[in-house]
């Protein structure tokens, strides 16, 4: 914009838009500068991030332990074989 064109009342929006970014800016300097803040934030997400990952330690150890019912049939076959076998060759003798 040149200075003969501009009218009060485009001066006053561009002043009014100029405070505002100045009020942004300022604003995340002051935060940028906000240490407890800063830290406070970042300890919540990693509290977010161990929430998350216990909620998958224990689905996963949820699913490991319903697994030893299959071992233990799979253990009381094989063990019923063996005694099996071993009477058939006493059997035999």
Same mark, same amino acid.
């Given at each position: 914009?040149?200075?003969?064109?501009? %009218?009060?009342? @485009?001066?006053?929006? @561009?002043?009014?838009?100029?405070?505002?970014?100045?009020? @942004?800016?300022?604003?995340?300097? #002051?935060?940028?500068?906000?240490?407890? /803040?800063? =830290?406070?934030?970042?300890?919540? $997400? =990693? #509290? $977010?991030?161990?929430? #998350?990952?216990? $909620?998958? =330690?224990?689905?996963?150890?949820? %699913?490991?332990?319903?697994?030893?019912?299959?071992?233990?049939?799979?253990? #009381?076959? /094989?063990? /019923?074989? %063996?005694?099996?076998?071993?009477?058939?060759?006493?059997?035999?003798?």
């Amino acid at each position: 914009m040149s200075s003969d064109t501009t %009218t009060p009342a @485009e001066l006053r929006a @561009e002043i009014a838009q100029t405070r505002a970014d100045l009020g @942004e800016t300022a604003a995340a300097l #002051a935060a940028k500068t906000d240490v407890k /803040a800063r =830290v406070r934030a970042r300890a919540a $997400g =990693v #509290a $977010g991030q161990t929430t #998350a990952l216990a $909620g998958t =330690v224990r689905d996963r150890v949820a %699913t490991t332990v319903r697994r030893p019912v299959p071992v233990a049939v799979i253990a #009381a076959v /094989a063990t /019923a074989a %063996t005694v099996a076998l071993v009477l058939i060759r006493r059997s035999h003798r």
